[in-house]
Structures are given as structure tokens and as C-alpha cells.
């Protein structure tokens, strides 16, 4: 599964429940000051032509044999390594000479360690290839590498890379020592076949158990359901595949309960919305000390996507985003005190939408797969990196930009070029001191030919279209390793996964017309509609003075109506005359006379609308992005 592919599906709607709590924190403190930070760019193998034949990565390219990567084929930046000093890296080697050449190994999809000190491996390489010429069954992309505390061991998209008693940057690590295990989520009653196809995994610190995400498809709608398991190694499996040495997903847990509290329910006439309710929507990870899994959960406020914490074992959720803009990968310091998002934060690119904020999560029934679609242009992401602290957003606090350094233009290949954009996930060193990420250029079709953005050539060594930064935060001290204690195999707040059951679909509102009452005063009148098939598919609301705190005062009309092409494309027709009084100020919330249309596939996020919606907030206008950018 390519990673460009996006994170965020339909089920992030009220298909998961909690325990009736949210987490409160004893005493927040005021948000923290800027702290100085070194950024560098790490050093990586020569990049050639993407297309290039046997042979073409000569001794002239890389005089030491060790490979070429193509110009703009996928790369992605993993974590560090236990020792804080190597960083893993997916690479797409081409152009590889053919065997016996012995550097006919340097080809396809890998696993490189790169030095971030400065020094070198014993050939004079600053990296180090790990997977080359080691047999892997899956043909998969090896994203989000992760490697375990051994040192020995890496997680490379659902395989593990064992390089058994060496560490795997040992000169003694090589590919006839080191093997890649597949890892295997059954599926079927009886244990056989394969298992099912698992996505976007995540390492518990502990090292002992995983997260993992699954696609699922239900009345003809793409989903995901987020699972938490236990890792364990079967050396001499006698069912399912494959029959040799793999990993066994264990003790699996569904992390959603449909007898629990909802996001979104009915009482009587009346809708209720609970923001303490657990939505696992995608398992984004967990946090340092492995208590928390971190997730992309239902809006709290409409069309505003924000990553939650919550608690492996009370269900308690803490809202860790509260930024207008699409928040998704993300990672936690291993002490647990800070994380950094990956955010479009600061770009405009979703605040046509979202801007206008505490209007109830109300629409995004049958708009979080749209909503969370539009923050991308195809390949390209809007994102940067930012650093918080744990309690994360609140009041003007919204974190510190860790790669606002340079003239900011675009085309200059200055780390905060707005062409250069982060690409997930960031990753903290193992002492507290480092974050590292990826970037990658804006690249064809998202601009030039007929896209009216210009593209700008790569300023990096050899035209190279991604690079991985590590900043370093130069006013900390460096702690030493801290130690998880193992988790329990059980959730209490999710539900035992039984191989051989069938996707359900979650609990949804059923069509009617109800009451919300805000919190301080006023009310909306909603009116919940399904399509043909019985399946929510329209929502319009009206507001009369609803205001949950008594400052912001909501007054107008939203409806939304939604038509699913395929199981990706979404086709939405969307009305807005939203006026909001906050003191003295005005803002508006409104689409053409006809209306808003869009048309969007969830997989590939190719912006295509008709008729405009624009949200003004405090004076200043949001629009939405020209077709196709």
C-alpha cells in the first residue's frame, strides 16, 4: 500500500464508543515558549532517472557500488535506531546492474539506515542498505520502517526485518544473516489462507504488541476498522501462509464497541453529541509510555479533523488538536511530555471549510470521507511540522513550526519552502533531542502542463524530489532510555476480534427529524435522510441562537447531501448560510446561489467542484482550492 495513499476513510463517523469519561487534566500549565532548533538534511544514496535500465546506476554514479534510488520514486523516513544515531529510510533502488554483478542487490524497494552524526560505515557510505539481498515474500512498500528497542529488528510495511543476534547496522548484519518475517492477521475460522491485508502499523513501545489499521467494505462504502494486538513469532506454523517462520497477531482487539456511548446518538427527539466518546477513526500510535493510543477520531467541531489520545485502559480521551486545519501522523516524545504533528496548519488549505469554529459536529455524518479528502492535491500534502506539548492546542497556543527556517519563497528549496512538504511520519530520537521527518517537492500533475502551479526544480543533490531533515531542539538535555512497562493483551472499552467474523457496520443515527439544544441556549432543527439503500446520505440543519458557551451565537442553514460514484468517489452537494456572532464580530459561512458540488475520490483526492464556499472569519476570507490544485 503507497503511502501517498490517504490516512483518513469513511469510518472515522460514530463507529466506535468509550466508556462515558473524557480525560481532565489536574492543572494545565501555560503553553511553553520557543525553544532554538539546528535543522540538516541527511545524506542520501545518488539519485538517477526514475526509468532507468539494468546497468545505468554505474561506478560513475556511485563510484562504491551501492546503489541508486530513482529521482521521485516513493521514499519515506522511519525512526531512529535504539542508539540515536542512524535513522531508517525506505528507498526504491533502480537501475541496478544485472547478477552475478554483486551489486545487482540494490534494486526494488529497501530498507537503508542513514548516519545522522556525520560519521560513516566502514565502506565510506553514510548509509547502509539492510534488506538488499535479503528474500522477502511480500512485494509490499516497506513504509513506516520502524525498529524495534533490540536494535535488531525493524518493521517495514507488515514484515519484520530480524537480523538475529547482530545489530542490523553491524558489518556482520547481512543478507545471508538476516531474514524478513511476514506478519500474519487471521481471518478465517479455521486459521488457513493468508490472513487479511493490514495497513499503516504501528509499534507499541512496549515492542510487544501492534496497532494496525484494515480496510474494510460494507453496503458498497469503503471503511477502516483499528485494531490492537500482540506480536508473536511462530517459527513452524501448521496452518495458514505462509507455512514457514512468520509473526502471529495475537489477542486481537477491535477498538470500538457498539453497546458503548456513541459520538452521535438519539434520545427521545432530541440529538446528542458526545465528545468524550472514543473514535478510533485511524490508529495514528501511541504515546511514549505506551498508556494512550493515539487516533484521527470524529470531528468535535464540523469539518475540523483532530487527532485524540485515549487511554488503552480507562477509555478516557484527551483532545490533543484543535487547529482549524487537517491534522494527521503524529508521534509522541518517548517521555510522553511532547509530540509532533504533521498539520496543514498555517497553509488555508481546508479553511474554506473549517475555519468557522464551535459549530456542532452535526454535517459530518455523511462528510468526515470528503472533509479529510480535500487537505491533499494527489500526491502532494500541505502538511508541516509542528511541536507541542502534551496537553497540545489551547487558547492562541498551536505549537511551534520546526522547520521555519529560511526566505520562505517558493522554488528556493529552503526548508520552509511551500513547495517542500512534510510527509509522514515524524519521529522522535530515542534521547528526546531530535525529531525526523520527510519532505517531498510538489511534483506533475498537482503543477505545471495544464495545472496552473508552476513546478520548481529540486535544489538537491542530484534533482532528488524527497529529502529527510532531523531537527535537533539544542536547549535540551538528552535523557536516557525510558522504560515501557508491557502492556495487557486486553482493552476493556474495545471487543475481541473472533477470526472468521464478518465486517459490521457501526451504529449510525437513524433518519428523522430532531432537536439539539445548545449548551448555554438556542437550539438547531435537524433533518436526517437516507438514500434508497438505507444508508444516511443527507443532513440539514438550521440554527436559532445555538451557542454552547454563550460567546459564539450560530444563526442559519446547512445541508448536505451526499452520493457515493463508486466505493471512493464521493459526490456532494453542500449549502451553506451560516452567520455566527462572537462580540462584535460577524462571521459567515456561505456557498453560491446554487449551491456547492464536489466530486472527489477519497484514494486519490483530485479537488473538482462547482459553485464556491467561502468562510469568513475575524475579517479575513477563506476560499476554496482551484480545481485540480
Not at 49 to 78: E, I, M, Q, R
Request: charged residues 20%; aromatic residues 8%.
Amino acid at each position: 500500500m503507497q503511502s501517498y495513499l490517504p490516512t483518513l476513510l469513511l469510518l472515522l463517523t460514530q463507529g466506535v464508543s468509550s466508556l462515558p469519561q473524557q480525560a481532565t487534566e489536574k492543572a494545565v500549565p501555560a503553553p511553553p515558549s520557543p525553544e532554538p532548533i539546528k535543522l540538516q538534511t541527511l545524506p542520501l544514496p545518488p539519485a538517477i532517472a526514475d526509468d532507468a535500465g539494468p546497468g545505468d546506476c554505474n561506478l560513475t554514479v556511485n563510484p562504491k557500488g551501492t546503489g541508486c534510488t530513482g529521482k521521485t520514486l516513493h521514499l519515506g523516513s522511519g525512526s531512529f535506531l535504539p542508539d540515536g544515531k542512524h535513522v531508517l529510510v525506505q528507498v526504491t533502488f533502480v537501475g541496478a546492474p544485472e547478477a552475478p554483478d554483486k551489486a545487482s542487490i540494490y534494486t526494488g524497494t529497501q530498507l537503508i539506515a542513514v548516519k545522522t552524526d556525520g560519521t560513516k560505515f566502514p565502506n565510506g557510505d553514510p548509509w547502509k542498505c539492510l534488506s538488499c539481498g535479503v528474500y522477502r515474500e511480500k512485494t509490499e512498500e516497506l513504509e513506516y520502517p520502524q525498529a524495534f528497542r533490540d536494535g535488531k529488528r525493524a518493521l517495514g510495511g507488515s514484515s519484520i526485518l530480524d537480523c538475529g543476534k547482530y545489530d542490523l547496522i553491524d558489518a556482520r548484519c547481512t543478507p545471508q544473516v538476516a531474514k524478513w518475517y511476514s506478519i500474519r492477521f487471521n481471518t478465517n475460522a479455521d486459521g488457513s489462507g493468508p490472513g487479511g491485508d493490514i495497513r499503516e502499523l504501528r509499534l507499541h513501545p512496549d515492542n510487544v504488541h501492534l496497532g494496525f489499521n484494515a480496510f474494510t467494505q460494507i453496503e458498497g462504502r469503503l471503511g477502516q476498522n483499528t485494531y490492537f494486538s500482540k506480536l508473536s513469532f511462530n517459527p513452524s506454523p501448521k496452518t495458514g501462509l505462509p507455512l514457514g517462520p512468520r509473526y502471529d497477531l495475537l489477542n486481537v482487539t477491535l477498538l470500538s464497541n457498539p453497546k458503548n456511548k456513541q459520538s452521535v446518538e438519539v434520545e427521545g427527539e432530541e440529538l446528542v453529541i458526545s465528545p468524550g466518546a472514543i473514535s478510533v477513526g485511524e490508529l495514528r500510535g501511541f504515546t511514549g509510555d505506551g498508556k494512550e493510543v493515539t487516533c484521527i477520531g470524529y470531528p468535535t467541531e464540523s469539518s475540523n479533523i483532530d487527532a485524540y489520545a485515549v487511554d488503552l485502559t480507562t477509555g478516557a480521551v484527551r483532545r490533543l488538536t484543535s487547529h482549524p486545519e487537517y491534522i494527521d501522523p503524529l508521534d509522541f516524545s518517548p517521555d510522553s511530555q511532547w509530540f509532533v504533528a504533521i498539520d496543514t496548519r498555517g497553509t488555508d488549505r481546508q479553511m474554506w471549510l473549517s475555519a468557522m469554529r464551535h459549530i456542532p459536529p452535526i454535517t459530518d455524518l455523511v462528510t468526515t470521507a470528503v472533509t479529510s479528502s480535500t487537505r491533499n492535491n494527489g500526491r502532494r500534502r500541505f502538511f508541516r511540522p509542528y511541536l507541542l506539548d502534551k496537553y497540545g492546542d489551547r487558547e492562541n497556543y498551536y505549537g511551534q513550526r520546526l522547520n521555519d527556517q529560511g526566505s520562505g519563497v517558493a522554488g528556493s528549496g529552503d526548508y520552509n519552502d511551500p513547495e517542500w512538504n512534510a510527509r509522514a511520519d515524524p519521529r522522535w530520537s530515542p534521547d528526546g533531542t531530535q525529531v525526523v521527518w520527510w519532505d517531498e517537492i510538489t511534483l506533475s500533475p498537482a503543477c505545471g502542463g495544464q495545472n496552473p502551479l508552476p513546478c520548481y526544480r529540486s535544489k538537491e543533490p542530484w534533482g532528488r524530489a524527497q529529502r529527510v531533515v532531523v531537527a535537533t531542539l539544542t536547549g535540551r538535555k538528552p535523557y536516557a532510555p525510558v522504560n515501557v512497562k508491557t502492556a495487557s493483551d486486553t482493552v476493556p472499552w474495545g471487543t475481541k476480534y473472533v477470526a472468521g467474523s464478518k465486517d459490521v457496520a457501526p451504529p449510525r443515527v437513524p433518519a428523522g427529524n430532531y432537536t439539539l439544544p445548545g449548551q448555554h441556549s438556542g437550539y438547531a432543527k435537524i433533518q436526517l435522510r437516507d438514500d434508497s439503500a438505507g444508508s444516511l446520505s443527507s443532513v440539514s440543519v438550521e440554527y436559532f441562537k445555538f451557542s454552547d458557551d454563550g460567546k459564539f451565537v450560530l444563526n442559519g442553514t446547512e445541508s448536505v447531501k451526499t452520493t457515493a460514484g463508486t466505493a471512493t468517489l464521493m459526490l456532494v452537494d453542500w449549502r451553506s448560510d451560516l452567520v455566527q456572532i462572537v462580540s462584535n464580530v460577524v462571521n459567515t459561512k456561505k456557498t453560491s446561489p446554487g449551491g456547492f458540488q464536489l466530486s472527489i475520490d477519497i484514494m486519490t483526492n483530485i479537488f473538482n467542484a462547482n459553485g464556491t464556499l467561502v468562510t469568513t472569519v475575524d475579517g479575513k476570507t477563506y476560499h476554496q482550492p482551484a480545481n485540480g490544485t
